[in-house]
C-alpha cells in the first residue's frame, strides 16, 4: 500500500513569493492533516479536513496560509506571500477515520527555505 | 492546555546499550498516548501507543507504559542498535470533545553507535 505522498521534496524561494505544496494522501483515508515543523521542534498542526470540509483551522495563519481539499482526496497547502519565517518542514498526514485512538500515517514532508 | 515534555537530547549510546527517553505530559481528560520515530529523510512513523492507564505500547522492542499516576510515558529498550538511530517524539491526543490534533514533544535525537 502506498503510503502519504508529498510533493515537492524540498523547496527554495525568495521572500514575498508564493509557495505550493501538495499531498495525495493514503487511499481511503478520509481525514488529512497538514503540520508545520520548525527546526528542533516537533510538528504543530495547520489544519485538520474531514473528506473537502476543513473542520479546524484555528492555527492556520489565514492572512497569509491558504489550503484546500477538493474532492476529498488531494489536498493543497498555499503561501502568498512568503516570509522568511515560514522556512520549515510541512507534513501531510492522514488517517482512516477520526477517532480516540487517532493513529495518524506521515508523508516525507516539504522543506521549505524561504531566502 | 495540552503539553508534552520530553528529554532533552541529544542521546548518544554505544550498540547494545539500554534506552530510556523520558516523556511527561498535562491533558484535560484522559487522553491517548503515541511515541512516534523519524529516520533520517523520512516522515514520521508510529512507533507504539497506549490509550488507557497502565497499557503498556510495545514495538520492535521498544516499549512505554501509560502511569496516569505520574502522568508519563517513558520509551524503553533494552539493548539499541545501530539502525535505531533516529528522532524519537513522545505525543498525545485528547480524547475529550472534538479534538482530535496530536500535540508532540520536541523530539529527542537518538544516535547509536557500534
Known amino acids: 500500500e502506498a503510503g502519504v505522498v508529498q510533493s515537492p521534496r524540498y523547496k527554495i524561494i525568495e521572500k514575498k513569493q508564493p509557495v505550493a505544496f501538495w499531498c495525495n494522501p493514503i487511499s481511503g483515508h478520509n481525514t488529512l492533516y497538514w503540520y508545520l515543523q520548525n527546526l528542533g521542534q516537533g510538528p504543530e498542526l495547520l489544519i485538520r479536513y474531514e473528506n473537502e470540509e476543513a473542520v479546524d483551522d484555528s492555527q492556520l495563519p489565514k492572512d497569509r496560509f491558504s489550503a484546500e481539499r477538493l474532492k476529498g482526496v488531494d489536498s493543497t497547502l498555499k503561501i502568498q506571500p512568503a516570509e522568511l519565517g515560514d522556512s520549515a518542514v510541512y507534513l501531510c498526514a492522514s488517517s482512516p477515520v477520526v477517532s480516540s485512538y487517532n493513529e495518524q500515517f506521515f508523508g516525507p514532508g516539504t522543506r521549505l527555505t524561504v531566502l | 492546555g495540552n503539553s508534552v515534555t520530553q528529554m532533552e537530547g541529544p542521546v548518544t549510546l554505544s550498540e547494545e546499550a539500554f534506552l530510556t527517553i523520558n516523556c511527561t505530559y498535562t491533558?484535560?481528560?484522559?487522553?491517548?498516548l503515541f511515541w512516534y520515530v523519524q529516520y533520517p529523510g523520512e516522515g514520521l512513523q508510529l512507533l507504539l501507543k497506549?490509550?488507557?492507564?497502565?497499557d503498556k505500547g510495545s514495538n520492535k522492542g521498544f516499549e512505554a507504559t501509560y502511569r496516569k499516576e505520574t502522568t508519563s510515558f517513558h520509551l524503553e529498550k533494552g539493548s539499541v542498535q545501530v539502525s535505531d538511530s533516529a528522532v524519537y517524539f513522545c505525543a498525545l491526543s485528547d480524547n475529550g470533545g472534538s479534538n482530535y490534533k496530536l500535540t508532540f514533544g520536541k523530539g529527542t535525537l537518538l544516535t547509536v553507535n557500534p
Open positions: 491533558a484535560t481528560g484522559y487522553p491517548s
Open positions: 497506549a490509550t488507557k492507564a497502565d
